[in-house]
C-alpha cells in the first residue's frame, strides 16, 4: 500500500470539495477555487470531511498514480487555505529588479531590461531591489512561474551572480590562479 496515498486528505472548515463526473476535483476555499481531472481509475470518496483516493488494482500504474491522485488533491486543499509562495534573491552588480503595474522589471546586466507579465492567479511582490516573492493558490503554476524568472539569468559557479531562490545553495568553483 502507498504510504501517502492510504492517508485521507482532511478537509478543514470553510472548504468545499466537489467530485465531478470523470473525477473532476473542484476544491472552493477563502483564497479562490481550484480543479483538477485526477485519472478516471482512482476511486475518490468524500465522507465526513475527509477525501480518500483508492486504487483498483495493484498493477504499477495504478500503484504510481494512487500517491500521486491523493497529494495533488492535497496541494489544492492547502492552496485555497493558506497559498504557496517562493522567494528569489538577485545577486550582482546593478542587478536588481522592480514591480511596475502587472509587470515585473528586471534589469539583468543584458542590453535591455527583461519584463515579466503575472500569468492570471499569480502576484509577485518585490519587497527590496533584490528580493522577489511570487504568491498564488496554485502551487504547480507559482513554482513554474518561479522557475520562468529564475531561468533569465541563473546563478553562476564562480562569483555567484544571478537569481536564485532563497534556499538554494550555489556550489561554488574556484577560479584561475596566476
Known sequence: MSRIGKNPVVIPAGVEVTIDEGNLVVVKGPKGTLEKNI??????????????????????????LHGLSRTLIYNMVIGVTEGYQKSLEISGVGYRAEKKGNKLVMNLGYS??????????????C??????????????????HAANIRAHRLPEPYKGHGIRYSDEYVRRKVGKTG
Request: hydrophobic residues 30%.
Open 39 to 64: 485519472p478516471q481509475e482512482m476511486i475518490l470518496t468524500l465522507e465526513d470531511g475527509e477525501l480518500t483516493v483508492k486504487r483498483p488494482s495493484d498493477r504499477k500504474q495504478h500503484k504510481e
Open 127 to 144: 519587497e527590496s531591489a533584490t528580493k522577489i516573492t511570487v504568491k498564488g493558490i496554485d502551487k504547480e503554476a507559482v513554482g513554474a
Open 112 to 125: 535591455h531590461p527583461v519584463e515579466m507579465d503575472d500569468p492570471e492567479g499569480i502576484e509577485t511582490l
